[in-house]
């Protein structure tokens, strides 16, 4: 099984990546990443040597990039690549739309005449927009993205179902809720604060901290996406979520708490604009199509995940620090 991942150097893909090595021992792994600031190979320094793993850089909005990765075939692609923080989507919406839209399209139909048999686009619960205190986000509810980010992601979503409905092309389109656990970026909420927190520097809490989201830990989320990948019907979303609504505030103390750092360091600042104040999804359509519901419970996950970024302090240091950049050049040569 030849599976192409993009984005592979994220937070997510690495996980993924490491997810099929690991469980899959038919899989032959092509990892195509364009080495975004959020890109990292460090993320994947452990398979680097391993035979069925291979890094290919490389851009989804360049066509012959995506032709040469798809030299040889590839029996699914999994679209991971994307800019996929909200903030920066304020300040450079662009990229966004470079990226996340012409991006995807371009890897498609690359995907599409490279006779690539499943295209599996990596979505996003945004796309559905702000919810109020009740509710849940379903499959068919109309999208309503808010940010420059969650429109973006909502376009590709529509782009990628669009081949499907018109040119018959096999696609699924996952809806994840936030994801947390190892490898994350810190410039996202839970890996920002729990570095912030063991440096003793601020937790900067958006407006009044009450707004909602709901925590899935990222390998439930791998395990769902290659679900969804293998067993998913063609042309069907699926949402993954982790029955798991928490306050940013909550989630701000219980870190406090797991650092053992005292709630001092809560710092409110301007909110967001557009903030999106709640997140839910209802996730009864790949738990009862699919037979997956999340494992991972929040309370251990969490305490969990900020003894990770414990015991690799040297990994977001170089991360926060812009250090890790020096990895690429070390390995693969100048031109980062
Ligand atoms: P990330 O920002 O950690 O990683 C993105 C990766 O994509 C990086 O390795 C980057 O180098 C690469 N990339 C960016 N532009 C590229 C391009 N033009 N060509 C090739 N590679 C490119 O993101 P993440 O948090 O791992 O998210 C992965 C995917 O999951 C995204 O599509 C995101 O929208 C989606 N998603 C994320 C979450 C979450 O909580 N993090 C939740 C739902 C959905
Ligand atoms: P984030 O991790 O950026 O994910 P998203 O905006 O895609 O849900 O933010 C999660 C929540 O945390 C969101 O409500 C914004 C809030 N937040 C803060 O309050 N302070 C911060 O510094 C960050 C990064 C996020």
Sequence with gaps: MRIL?????????SNFVRFLLRERPEAHVTNFDALTYAGNLENLAEVEEHPRYRFVRGSITDRAAVDAALKDGADVVY???AESHVD?????????????VKGTATLLEAAVKAKVKRFVQISTDEVYGSLGK?????????IKPSSPYSAAKAAADLWVLAYHHTFGADV???????????????EKLIPLFV???????????????????DWLHVEDNCRAIELVGTKGKSGEVYNIGGKCERENLVVTKAILKAVGKTESLIKYVADRPGHDRRYALDIS?????LGWSPKVKFEEGLPATVRWYLEHREWWARVKSGAYREYYEKHYGKGL
């Design 5 to 13: 991942v993009t984005g592979g150097c994220g937070f997510i893909g």
């Design 79 to 81: 679209n991971f690549a």
């Design 88 to 100: 920066r989507s304020l300040y450079e919406p662009q990229t966004f739309l470079d990226t996340n």
């Design 134 to 142: 009740d509710g849940f986000f379903t499959e068919t509810t109309p």
């Design 172 to 186: 699924v389109v996952t809806r994840s809720s936030n994801n947390y656990g190892p490898f994350q970026f810190p």
């Design 195 to 213: 570095s912030n927190a063991l440096e003793d520097k601020p937790l900067p809490v958006y407006g009044d901290g009450r707004q909602v989201r």
């Design 285 to 289: 359509k790949i738990e009862k199509e």
